[in-house]
């Protein structure tokens, strides 16, 4: 079956770095995505790697090796507004999207 | 991007009653999308809308359940059939837009329903 694995919930620090990582197991790969959504919000699109490599934006960069099935969603100096769901999906080979769970990133100061 | 109109944001029901969701898109789109996000859970794919044809349902969701309308390339409901609390959840309406190689979805802001 197809399945994408994403931790339920993770804590930082105000200023500090944070990893969310996915690993993804899809019939066939077109892409991976990365969404954020908080609280009572809809989801909103933060990345797409559909390469191996990292994707660099501002503040979050996004990496994937497609050999792993693994992905990551690199968050720098963290603000509180990052506080938020961050959501992994995988495109499969019908162009189906296959979503995490999500992973609840919660910011201290 | 779109600027995509969902409504109602939220609402609370009676058992047995219907609820409909209405789509508005500010740019003609060949698909639509209905999904379903219950509490802590992943994004659910209900359906895909397109205009001058059934929509097509994933597994576990029927027309019955939720009847489907695409009269024309910007607009689309849904509507959830004979509530039960099982159907409390949030119904987001979603378009794809090219650009950048990726197809990306971009989503309404939600439907939240409580089913009492």
């Known amino acids: 079956g197809q399945n994408i694995d994403q931790p339920t919930e993770m804590t930082a620090t105000e200023g500090a770095i944070v990893q969310i990582n996915c690993t993804y197991q899809?019939?066939?790969?077109?892409?991976l995505f990365w969404y954020q959504q908080h609280a009572g919000e809809a989801p909103t699109f933060l990345s797409y790697?559909?390469l191996d490599g990292l994707e660099e934006k501002g503040r979050f960069s996004s990496f994937l090796s497609r050999s792993k099935g693994y992905s990551y969603l690199l968050l720098k100096e963290l603000q509180m507004k990052d506080s938020a769901s961050y959501l992994c999906?995988?495109?499969?080979?019908?162009?189906?999207?296959?979503w995490g769970a999500g992973t609840k990133l919660i910011i201290k100061p | 991007s779109a600027v995509i109109s969902q409504k109602p944001s939220r609402d609370i029901c009676q058992r047995g009653t219907s609820l409909t969701i209405q789509c508005q898109v500010d740019?003609?789109?060949?698909?639509m999308f209905w999904y379903r996000q219950q509490p802590g859970q992943s994004l659910t794919l209900i359906a895909t809308?397109?205009?001058?044809?059934?929509?097509?349902?994933e597994s576990g969701f029927v027309i019955d359940k939720f009847p489907i309308s695409r009269p024309n390339l910007t607009f689309s409901t849904l509507t959830v059939s004979n509530m039960s609390p099982e159907d409390s959840s949030i119904y987001l309406c979603?378009?794809?837009?090219?650009?950048?190689?990726?197809?990306?979805?971009?989503f309404g802001a939600g439907s939240r329903l409580t089913v009492l």
């Open positions: 790697n559909v």
């Open positions: 979603s378009v794809e837009i090219g650009g950048s190689g990726a197809n990306v979805l971009t």
């Open positions: 809308a397109n205009q001058g044809s059934e929509a097509t349902y």
């Open positions: 899809t019939s066939g790969f077109n892409g």
């Open positions: 740019s003609q789109v060949t698909m």
């Open positions: 999906a995988a495109r499969d080979s019908n162009y189906q999207l296959i």
